[in-house]
């Protein structure tokens, strides 16, 4: 019976992620059909299943990496930089990581996901995302210096630096905290 | 949109092979233990995804895109750098569509830092990118663990500028 018992909450506790994704589906769906008829309704569907054609074949490859990262890369090695015991030099890495990562979330969640397979731990992870998100030098290059000058790029960029240091130690205490499981 | 092949995918694709060759010449069941590590990830995805996605499409059928303009000028402070964290983070896809409608707000007279709190709100609560890419990948504890983490990084990186700005000028 104790056996048994990890697997069965565990698949509860996933359905009811997706129940809950579910339910605020329909409620977004009625609000949709309400504000914009049943053509609001087709004209989005018809977009999601563009959307998701396009998104298939490039899920078939995250995943496949995510996998074949799971069995290849040693657990220890992640684990050492960007684990339990990375503590700050982990952060570091992280933000560095987050930084120098190009293109949108088709490249970065794939690798997150991989790099959690991996042994990274999730403050390690939010710090990566937060950094990404705040300090892609890709995009402060292609779009930010060019729209807006060097001056607001400059003062964004610092008062951004903090950020994913923040997120990744109030992950941690967070999971300390509610003593989560991650 | 058909599937063309962008940059980011042509990487993820060659990454995966160069992945595949390593654990095919490494042997010992590996292919094996690799395929079955991917398919128990495809079950988890192939629900959520779906679903992600009529959310998306739902939510930006209904979404007042034209609604903020001069809500958030430089005299607004606090309140409209809040605002402007939370419009950010509404505004659908990459950076070809939030930085022009920031340039738009720049130049309608939003303030400085209420447009890097809205950059960063963008950066961090991207409602999209949640609902097609993280919620799908990486879990609802994961989505709701980062966005406690680091929610508070917009209107701070706003109020951080304003600060800056006022001993700088």
Request: glycine letters at 12%.
């Amino acid at each position: 019976m104790a056996d048994g018992e990890m697997p069965v909450r565990k698949r509860s506790s996933e359905s009811r992620s997706l129940f809950i994704l579910a339910g605020i589906v329909g409620a977004s769906g009625l609000l949709c059909y309400a504000l914009k008829g049943t053509e609001g309704v087709v004209a989005s569907l018809e977009g999601d299943l563009a959307l998701l054609a396009a998104l298939v074949p490039r899920m078939i490859v995250a995943l496949a990496i995510a996998g074949l990262v799971q069995v290849l890369v040693p657990k220890d090695l992640v684990g050492r930089w960007l684990g339990d015991a990375s503590g700050y030099r982990g952060y570091i890495l992280a933000t560095a990581a987050g930084m120098a990562t190009p293109g949108g979330p088709m490249l970065s969640f794939p690798l997150v996901l991989a790099l959690k397979a991996a042994g990274a731990n999730t403050p390690a992870l939010i710090t990566y995302l937060t950094s990404w998100s705040l300090l892609g030098v890709h995009r402060i290059v292609m779009w930010e210096i060019p729209l807006f000058g060097t001056e607001f790029a400059v003062v964004r960029f610092l008062v951004s630096l903090p950020m994913p240091f923040m997120a990744g130690m109030i992950t941690a205490a967070l999971i300390a905290r509610l003593k989560l499981r991650t | 949109m058909s599937f063309a092949p962008d940059l980011p995918t042509i990487f993820l694709m060659v990454l995966a092979a160069v992945l595949f060759g390593v654990a095919a010449v490494k042997g010992e069941g590996r292919l094996g233990e690799a395929f079955k590590a991917t398919t128990k990830l495809f079950r988890m995805v192939g629900f959520r995804l779906p679903l992600a996605l009529m959310l998306a499409g739902f939510l930006s059928q209904v979404m007042p895109s034209e609604l903020v303009g001069g809500s958030i000028g430089a005299e607004t402070g606090l309140s409209g750098i809040v605002i402007a964290s939370v419009v950010g983070g509404l505004v659908p896809s990459g950076p070809f569509v939030s930085f022009p409608i920031a340039l738009t707000l720049f130049k309608s007279g939003a303030g400085i830092p209420q447009l890097i709190a809205f950059v960063s709100g963008w950066g961090i609560f991207a409602l999209h990118r949640v609902l097609i890419y993280e919620w799908p990948l990486m879990g609802l504890r994961f989505t709701a663990l980062r966005i406690a983490a680091s929610g508070l990084a917009p209107p701070l990186t706003g109020l951080l500028a304003m600060a800056i700005l006022e001993v700088y000028h």
